[in-house]
């Protein structure tokens, strides 16, 4: 693949990570601020769904592309730039992946709760606590990575 070709995937598929990512927190965030348990069951479906639409491919493409960037420009495997950024995508991996869990989980429950008519439970509250606060790494995670691949900072 050529490098305009290359480039222009990475890039493209680190806008629709990040864009997904936030898009989805930003309405879950305040969908679930509403206490409106139809809009919040209704969120909580789309935020799976945008997880296995977008994310779920850019998680892949993105190691996968930048992998062969960094073969095709030649860059050495050992700078710190690259080092860092390869760990951040592993705690934002590693902070995704219980969140994709507790997404189709609070889906489940706000999807039980709007059917029978009840409020949602502690559990889901409690769900959604973790749910935010592991965002907040992924989401600085993600920024130092886009940092990083711009400046491409010597340390």
């Not at 069951?41 to 993105?62: C, E, G, K, S, Y």
């Not at 050992?78 to 592993?90: D, F, K, M, Q």
């Amino acid at each position: 693949m050529d490098y305009p070709t290359l480039k222009t995937l990475h890039i493209l598929s680190s806008i629709l990570l990040f864009g997904t990512g936030l898009g989805s927190a930003f309405y879950k965030y305040f969908a679930d601020r509403s206490g409106n348990l139809a809009a919040i069951a209704v969120t909580n479906r789309l935020v799976v769904l945008a997880d296995w639409l977008f994310t779920t491919p850019t998680v892949i493409i993105q190691p996968l592309t930048g992998f062969m960037l960094i073969h095709l420009l030649g860059f050495d495997w050992g700078a710190t730039w690259i080092v860092a950024s390869l760990i951040l995508y592993a705690i934002a991996g590693g902070c995704w992946l219980p969140v994709v869990w507790l997404q189709i989980r609070m889906r489940e429950i706000s999807n039980h709760a709007l059917v029978n008519n009840e409020p949602l439970p502690p559990l889901y509250h409690r769900y959604r606590r973790l749910w935010f606060w592991l965002g907040v790494p992924a989401f600085h995670a993600m920024v130092i990575i886009v940092v990083l691949m711009v400046f491409k900072p010597t340390i």
